[in-house]
């Protein structure tokens, strides 16, 4: 049996079998445990409720594995990404937490990166790009998804790279373009 969020979106009636697998445990007869470590919430979760619940209802396992063979796994069974949270960490009800790590597996492709925009101290977009045979082609900006540690330490990489060349083999382009986010040769001299 696969995970299928649309099979479980669009169910009605009789159709195929469900099952629910429980990953966390916040309250125990009453009692909160947000404070308590995950660890401890998912121990509490296997040894005292589990056993009481139907088979339709399944503990999810820890995977002991590293995030590179967790997501190769993941990309050979298709499924969508990865969620996980440090073992020593309370639940923050309401709070993004870096405890908690979600990874989109699904749809990946590589690009190299061949130019940011300046922010001062770091960068405030990367320039990516695809080969097309031997042509470096310019495909988007790309802003998001950046903590600020991360960001910190991808501009470190960046010092020193720079070249008066462009690598981009399309660029400049005549305009902006629909989302705005084209690279005209005015828009180039922001770039790096």
Request: contains cysteine; proline residues 6%; positive net charge.
């Amino acid at each position: 049996m696969r995970p299928s969020f649309n099979v479980l979106q669009n169910r009605r009636g009789a159709g195929p079998e469900l099952r629910l697998y429980a990953f966390d445990l916040l309250t125990l007869r009453g009692e909160a445990l947000t404070q308590e470590p995950l660890e401890r919430r998912r121990e509490l979760l296997r040894t005292k409720v589990m056993p009481l619940l139907p088979d339709s209802i399944r503990y999810s396992e820890t995977l002991e594995a590293s995030p590179a063979e967790l997501i190769e796994a993941v990309r050979e069974q298709g499924f969508e990404g990865i969620v996980a949270k440090r073992r020593d960490s309370p639940y923050k009800p309401g709070q993004r937490s870096a405890a908690w790590q979600k990874m989109r597996v699904l749809q990946r492709r590589d690009f190299v990166i061949g130019g940011y925009t300046s922010a001062g101290r770091s960068f405030d977009a990367i320039l990516i790009g695809d080969y097309e045979g031997r042509e470096l082609k310019y495909v988007a900006k790309v802003h998001g998804g950046f903590t600020p540690a991360v960001r910190a330490a991808v501009f470190k990489r960046f010092q020193g790279l720079e070249t008066k060349t462009c690598p981009f083999k399309n660029l400049p382009e005549a305009r902006r373009g629909q989302w705005g986010e084209g690279l005209t040769a005015a828009e180039m001299e922001k770039c790096r």
